[in-house]
């Protein structure tokens, strides 16, 4: 099986089925994911969530899925027509493209992923900052002062969490002494009589809570929610978008939910190691806990006020992150020493 | 009247002391001293109410499969009883059409012969409906019968495709009762002996 990753023209064959296989999978995993939201929320609020349409409503996303596909293509007057359609573009694809890099597991000699670079973690973090593009250009073609307000909600609110997201990992590469993503995972440690694969949270504590914080502001979710903030910015920089446009940017902030929850189940917590459960489903199951964890925070925490966010983002995650990487550069001399 | 309220104006003392213009807003109880230590832990209490919440059973009625339960003097749509050896009770008396404040109820006697018994007393109402649309379930026509021929059940899903189909003529009203409402009719009567 190994041979045909080698081979020139094998090589293509598989990258092009990956990418169909994977860009299916992320999609109904999204889908998923939207409706796991949905009943996990409902649940929180001690009501059943959607149960309608399929066995405990799984279809629920197929049928909202064509009811939005079929609404009309709709472009507001006096909006820029072009940039206005390329938004949410931008948002879908950068969304979609981060997962080329993510490993997903190896199992039985087989590669769960599409490429295995040496700078991982630094693409998806390079395409998920191009999220920003895409909501401050969407709302800024949308012609409209609550989607303009939106957009420049999001820029800085990404920029300030941006900084604190990059820092909060810096730990984690300084011990692997690696960027790619299957290093960190593969990182591992001989304590005693153990010697494998940890998961990296015993090592960088700190970093996760920061990660975790941070991760949630930068995919826009509650509490951090402040670019669509439905109360007082309607629907920020979504107001003007419907139908099939909206579905992108709605796409969009799914997928990189999803992505948030796969690096960090890769960074922190052994990625497809988990005693004798298999790769895959290993890594399923540790990114559906952190997709719960989001859920969680957003069912129980009520939005942010903007000056508190920026707080938290300047006063207190942003010197925490610094702080933490100047501890665990001294440990590290200190041990190698 | 002005006067009245001018001596009624005087309102009981603030338990508290309102504050002065000069004084700031506290920002923590007293004797509480801001802690991150304490932040996080009201963090943590909301997350474990919540947590808790998830996995407490469900309020939700699915409606079409499960309906809450209906009290028993509940006003729904009406029916007209029978005796027990099938006559009408109805005796075409009109006094549910007099006591109907919206005037929905349409009744038109007719003279009971030998050959044509319909109910126990001198007449019947030959024609008897109810106009759904109009009707406000008061209540006031089953008070109003003096042979309690009339009576309101428990349903209440009366949505209907045309106006005309709201009109209840009197072969829908003489539909057998609901076993819950017989129920009740027959408690009332113990009642009364």
Redesign the interface.
């Known amino acids: 099986m190994s041979g045909i990753y080698n081979d020139p023209i094998g090589h293509w064959v598989v990258v092009v089925v990956a990418i169909t296989l994977l860009l299916f999978v992320v999609l109904t995993a999204t889908a998923y994911t939207v409706w796991f939201e949905r009943v996990?929320l409902g649940?929180?609020?001690?009501?059943?969530g959607p149960?309608r349409v399929g066995p405990w409503g799984l279809m629920q996303l197929a049928a909202d899925g064509i009811k939005l596909a079929f609404k009309e293509s709709f472009v507001p007057a006096k909006t820029e027509r072009t940039l206005f359609v390329i938004a949410p573009c931008i948002a879908v694809a950068a969304a979609f493209l981060a997962w080329a890099v993510i490993p997903i597991g190896l199992w039985y000699n087989v590669q769960y992923w599409i490429v295995d670079i040496n700078i991982g973690v630094l693409l998806v973090f390079a395409l998920s900052s191009l999220n920003v593009y895409a909501i401050v250009i969407g709302g800024w073609a949308s012609n409209n002062k609550y989607s303009l307000l939106g957009g420049l909600r999001s820029a800085a609110q990404l920029i300030s969490y941006e900084i604190a997201l990059g820092l909060a990992l810096v730990p984690t590469f300084m011990i692997v002494g690696s960027l790619r993503l299957r290093d960190i995972v593969d990182y591992t440690v001989t304590l005693g009589p153990y010697h494998g694969p940890i998961p990296l949270i015993l090592l960088t504590p700190i970093g996760f809570v920061i990660y975790v914080i941070a991760a949630v502001a930068e995919t826009n979710r509650a509490p951090f929610d402040l670019p669509e903030a439905e109360q007082e910015l309607i629907g920020g920089f979504l107001t003007e978008y419907s139908g099939l446009k909206f579905v992108m940017y709605y796409l969009a902030e799914y997928v990189n939910m999803i992505t948030v929850s796969a690096l960090a189940a890769l960074l922190f917590f052994g990625g497809w190691y988990l005693w004798f459960v298999p790769p895959v489903l290993a890594f399923l199951l540790k990114v559906v806990l952190f997709l719960f964890l989001y859920i969680?925070?957003r069912?129980?925490?009520p939005r942010l006020r903007y000056d508190m966010l920026m707080r938290l983002g300047w006063k207190v995650l942003l010197p925490l992150a610094i702080v933490n990487v100047i501890v665990t550069g001294t440990i590290l001399v200190a041990s190698q020493g | 009247m002005a006067d009245d309220e001018k001596t009624t104006d005087a309102r009981p003392e603030h338990p508290t002391p309102l504050r002065g213009p000069d004084e700031g807003v506290p920002v923590h109880p007293k004797g509480k001293v801001p802690s991150v230590g304490a932040d996080i832990a009201a963090?943590a209490t909301?997350?474990k109410?919540?947590?808790g919440?998830?996995?407490?059973?469900?309020?939700?009625l699915?409606y079409p499969e499960d309906k809450s339960p209906r009290s028993e003097r509940y006003r729904g749509r009406h029916y007209l009883r029978r005796y027990e050896n099938g006559l009408e009770r109805c005796i075409g008396c009109e006094l549910c059409a007099a006591a109907c404040p919206v005037g929905c109820i349409l009744v038109i006697a007719a003279e009971n012969t030998d050959e044509n018994r319909v109910s126990p007393g001198e007449r019947y109402a030959k024609t008897y409906e109810i106009n759904m649309l109009r009707c406000i379930f008061c209540g006031y026509c089953e008070d109003a019968c003096p042979v309690q021929a009339i009576v309101l059940g428990p349903e209440y899903e009366l949505s209907d495709t045309s106006r005309e189909k709201f009109i209840y003529t009197k072969e829908k009203l003489l539909e057998p009762l609901p076993p819950d409402v017989q129920a009740r009719l027959q408690s009332k009567a113990k009642e009364a002996t």
């Open positions: 996990a649940h929180i609020q001690r009501r059943p149960n969680w925070l069912g129980t925490f | 963090l909301g997350l109410t919540t947590l919440e998830f996995f407490s059973p469900q309020v939700t699915e």
